[in-house]
């Protein structure tokens, strides 16, 4: 029998993502974790020896330096899970070694957002071309089972026998990021329009788009409104917390990022029919953890999903003494009550099932359907709600956003 042949894995960023990523990779058969790369040697060591428990990777080496760690000949791919403010710097030194000839990488797998502006995205896009990379974009809600399931039904059943859907709504709602670059604008590259309705919007298209086919050949947009609030974490009170809890972060009584989004884009699909995403996300959500929820509605049909519907629930009374954590469901708020429980979070929330999908198609060099090309996209969605929010009006299609930066990401934006 044949060895068995695996893509060789470098996971670069050992935060909180990159952890969730590791943990993912234990549903993940035609890839292994070969090294793990971080700012600091220290964490970096601490992921590869998680992914070595976990089993998802052989003698994992750590690295704190990009170029050495895209050198090493046991990794064919990497996945860039750097903060937003890195990642131009990081792809640089990545594709410069690929172009070089002192590595031979064969794909790049980079995290939303895929740059802070549209000109930042489109030069992290144009930089893997160059390097003539296999990419992917880690959209991991695209690929989430619950979604992709009733997606298939619904266009299987409802759409083939009344017609296209027309409308997707998507919310991403919980109580804040976990780092401090997370909460400051420049670094952000805004608030939580930017961090999480790239994940809402590119849902809505997924779900209003045919199976198997790119979203960009399907929906043509048309139009978007939005607006942006600083709701919570400006008043006085909860602007200080954020001061006592993240070292660095700035002054939200002076220079906010919004913690609410709401954008309505207008698109027009492939039959010539008007259809509408609708996107709300907050950091201002305080319930059981991360609420991700959709709809999708048709002539005859609709469908929904909430990740805090779980099949599992858990009662904890106040007689037990419980200490603070996430082991329950990401984002948790409480450790007493009725809560609910999710069994797998990387499997409910697409890492799973995008880290295994990706895998396979850079392993028989394939390009994924879910591309960099997606990713630059939804930034330039995300930008134009960025315009129609600062400008209270609808923008509309064709639109130059090359130059456009968010009031929010330059430090300028106070609704107070």
Request: glycine content about 8%; aromatic content about 8%; overall charge negative.
């Amino acid at each position: 029998m044949a060895e068995r042949k695996t893509l060789g894995v470098a996971i670069l960023g050992a935060g909180f993502i990159g952890h969730f990523h590791v943990q993912s990779w234990q549903g993940v058969r035609d890839a292994d974790i070969v090294a793990v790369g971080s700012r600091t040697l220290d964490k970096a060591q601490e992921l590869a020896d998680v992914a070595e428990e976990l089993g998802v990777g052989n003698a994992v080496a750590a690295y704190d330096d990009v170029a050495a760690m895209v050198r090493d000949p046991r990794v064919d791919a990497i996945w860039v899970l750097t903060p937003n403010f890195t990642r131009v710097e990081v792809v640089k030194t990545i594709t410069d070694e690929v172009i070089s000839g002192r590595a031979e990488l064969k794909a790049i797998a980079i995290e939303k957002p895929l740059g802070r502006t549209v000109a930042e995205a489109r030069e992290v896009l144009e930089m893997v071309q160059k390097a003539n990379l296999l990419h992917g974009y880690l959209e991991n809600q695209v690929y989430a089972p619950g979604l992709v399931r009733s997606r298939e039904v619904v266009w299987q059943r409802g759409a083939a026998a009344s017609g296209t859907p027309y409308l997707a709504r998507a919310a991403e709602e919980h109580s804040g990021p976990h780092s401090t670059w997370f909460w400051n604008g420049v670094t952000e590259g805004g608030g939580v329009l930017n961090d999480m309705m790239c994940h809402s919007v590119e849902s809505g298209r997924f779900l209003l788009t045919p199976p198997g086919t790119r979203s960009s050949d399907w929906l043509r947009p048309v139009a978007v409104t939005a607006t942006i609030a600083s709701l919570k974490w400006g008043r006085p009170k909860y602007a200080q917390k954020l001061q006592e809890e993240y070292p660095g972060v700035v002054d939200y009584t002076q220079t906010p990022s919004e913690d609410y989004a709401h954008a309505v884009f207008e698109f027009e699909n492939g039959d010539g029919e008007p259809v509408v995403v609708e996107a709300t996300t907050s950091w201002s959500y305080v319930g059981a953890g991360l609420r991700l929820s959709f709809e999708l509605l048709g002539p005859e049909y609709s469908m929904e999903s909430d990740t805090l519907s779980t099949e599992s629930k858990v009662f904890l009374s106040r007689a037990l003494e419980q200490s603070e954590g996430e082991d329950l469901i990401e984002k948790q708020n409480a450790e007493q009550g009725l809560m609910p429980l999710l069994s797998d979070e990387s499997v409910s929330y697409g890492y799973t099932g995008e880290n295994a999908a990706l895998a396979t198609e850079f392993l028989h060099g394939i390009q994924p359907l879910v591309s960099l090309e997606t990713g630059l996209e939804v930034v330039e969605l995300l930008m134009a709600a960025y315009k129609a929010a600062e400008t209270g009006q609808t923008v509309c299609w064709p639109v130059d956003l090359e130059d456009f930066v968010p009031a929010v990401a330059k430090g300028e934006w106070n609704p107070r």
